[in-house]
């Protein structure tokens, strides 16, 4: 399964991949605009969208997935629920916050199961 991962605080990213989502191919990127460019030009099973991101807020991106109608899953997972209620509102499919990031495997197995 392929995961786009768009997270601007590297460590992080980079530490839970390696600990929830190693039996994944895991790409992260910091930005809207190269997330973009991979959705676009790529095949992604699911995205994990942060919210706070450093171009950008994450439901910019959402918006635009839905809006080209791109068949893939989303995740929000801000560690703020502000930022998880407007990626869900934009259109993401299910909210796993970074404080439940244990979970994110299940979460991910279940979406792209439906």
């Known amino acids: 399964m392929n995961i786009l991962f768009v997270e601007n605080h590297a460590i992080f990213a980079k530490v839970v ?3 929830f989502l190693s039996q994944y191919q895991v ?3 910091p930005k809207i605009s ?10 992604f ?4 969208v942060d919210f706070d991101l450093d171009d950008g807020k994450g439901d ?3 918006k635009k997935i839905r809006a080209h109608q791109l068949n ?3 995740v929000a997972v801000s560690s703020h629920k502000r930022g998880n209620t407007a990626l869900h509102k934009a259109g993401a499919d299910a909210i796993c916050g970074k404080f439940e ?5 299940t979460v991910i197995e279940q979406l792209c199961s439906q």
């Open 101 to 105: 990031f244990s979970r994110i495997g």
């Open 60 to 62: 910019e991106l959402v």
């Open 72 to 74: 893939v899953k989303v």
């Open 27 to 29: 790409t992260i990127v």
């Open 34 to 43: 190269d997330a973009w460019t991979l959705l676009s030009n790529g095949n």
């Open 17 to 19: 991949t390696a600990q």
């Open 45 to 48: 099973d699911s995205v994990l």
